[in-house]
């Protein structure tokens, strides 16, 4: 089967690294990828977002599945686009159609759906009007969570202790902080408790549950300083234990699939429930509607089963004939980010790298110059991905590795896994 997959990040190279091992994918093309999906597959330059340029190579390349990474191209209709095309029809497309991508795209849009669907969450009310958003931040208790409606590159959700600071923060949201994302803004109730992140595979009936993984999404150690796209992650989750497995099951998982199907919404893909553990009982926090990253990095790795076996399945509706075997081992990953990231970063440094075995070096910001050196090219620079039998094992041997990475103003987070390692 040639597969054609979008993205660059770490999580891109994690499907590229993964695809290629299976003797069913003949060919692999990454659009545009890096420096490490290269060394899977053939990268092209084009770009997620361009349908077009993405719709010719497809027919040229007899592209026979396209896999998407980021939810952009979801949210902005891939999958309807390719099925409303009478040349790309036959080519299946690994993820939501629009309607299902709605999860992730609009805020507003998953809050109803999941109270229609009776589905734990914050309690919520949507604004769109400044002076009526103040009286609603009075009605509800510090620290006050405010959620543009839209895709904001990650930075659209802003949490404050005072409520001064969050009617302020709602001004500047609803004139437009994030353009169109937040001329709608979901004001909800704080959640205190552990977050975690499950997935499952969905062919629209029946869905397969997928490794579950935890992400440090604060730039500094001990969970400080600004939200990033992710630090780290670890799989499995220790306190996931059987009861709270069966409680997401049956009250989020089973529900969101019911929902989809009875509104006739498509869907086949991955759906990334973002969680909060709040003493035992589980709550959505977000909904995703593609694998998460940096947890596909240690979620991948875990699954043994061919993935493009599992993509066919997904596509054909046979996923409740598959089971998904995963390796008893845990995975830890460590981000290693240019300096200033989250904020203004520098590109185009060299990376000197003495790869360590046993650790899966995935790449996200790097490519390679004319010379065939390795620069950095983004702000999430590059994953260190390790297995052990316990979480301080497997963080150890990645940190190690982050240790022999060497390029200006490298940083990583040490405390990855740190707050599991007790509960293991
Ligand atoms: P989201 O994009 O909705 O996942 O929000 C980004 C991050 O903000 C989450 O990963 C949480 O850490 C935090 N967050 C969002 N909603 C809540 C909430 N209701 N209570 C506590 N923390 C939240
Ligand atoms: N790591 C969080 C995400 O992929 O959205």
Not at 77 to 82: A, H, M, N, P, Q
Not at 88 to 117: D, H, Q, T, Y
Not at 225 to 237: F, Q
Not at 378 to 403: K, M, N, W
Request: proline fraction near 5%.
């Amino acid at each position: 089967m040639r597969i054609l997959l979008l993205g660059s990040g770490g999580r891109e190279h994690a499907f590229a690294w993964k695809l290629a091992q299976d003797p069913e994918c003949s060919a692999l093309f990454i659009a545009p990828g890096n420096a490490g999906t290269a060394t899977c597959g053939t990268n092209v330059p084009i770009s997620p977002a361009d349908f077009e340029a993405i719709r010719g190579f497809v027919l040229e390349h007899g592209i026979e599945m396209v896999v998407v990474g980021p939810e952009e191209p979801l949210v902005r209709g891939i999958v309807d686009y390719f099925q409303a095309d009478s040349a790309l029809e036959r080519v299946p497309v690994v993820g939501p159609s629009a309607a299902g991508a709605r999860l992730e795209g609009s805020k507003a849009f998953a809050k109803r759906f999941m109270e229609r669907w009776g589905i734990p969450t914050a309690s919520y009310r949507e604004v769109t009007d400044w002076q009526e958003g103040k009286e609603v931040l009075r009605a509800f208790s510090p620290p006050y969570v405010l959620k543009a409606d839209g895709l904001a590159a990650g930075k659209g959700v802003i949490i404050l202790d005072e409520l001064e600071a969050a009617v302020e923060a709602l001004r500047n949201m609803l004139a437009g902080q994030f353009g169109e994302a937040s001329k709608r803004v979901v004001i909800e109730q704080f959640l205190s408790g552990i977050e975690f992140s499950v997935f499952v595979l969905t062919d629209g009936s029946s869905y397969k549950l997928l490794p579950e993984a935890k992400d440090y999404k604060r730039v500094g150690e001990g969970d400080t300083g600004p939200n990033t796209g992710g630090m780290g992650a670890v799989s499995p989750v220790p306190f996931f234990d059987e009861a709270l497995r069966q409680k997401v099951e049956q009250r989020i998982i089973e529900p969101t699939l019911r929902g989809l199907q009875v509104e006739g919404i498509p869907y086949k893909g991955f759906i990334f429930f973002g969680l909060m553990n709040v003493d035992g009982e589980p709550y959505v926090v977000e909904y995703n509607c593609r694998m998460g990253d940096p947890e596909a990095e240690v979620v991948l790795p875990r699954i043994r089963n061919s993935l493009t076996a599992l993509f066919r399945a997904l596509i054909e509706g046979r996923l409740n004939e598959v089971c998904i075997d995963v390796s008893p081992q845990v995975a830890a990953t460590v981000v290693l980010t240019a300096k200033g990231y989250p904020g203004e970063y520098r590109k185009g440094d060299i990376i000197e790298l003495r790869p360590r075995a046993g650790c899966l070096y995935l790449h996200a910001g790097t490519r390679r110059d004319v010379e065939g050196r390795l620069l950095t090219n983004g702000g999430r620079v590059i994953a260190i991905t390790s297995f052990a039998d316990d979480i301080a094992s497997a963080v150890a041997y990645s940190l190690g590795a982050a240790e022999d990475i060497h390029f200006e103003g490298k940083y990583f987070r040490r405390d990855i896994g740190q707050d599991l390692i007790h509960l293991h």
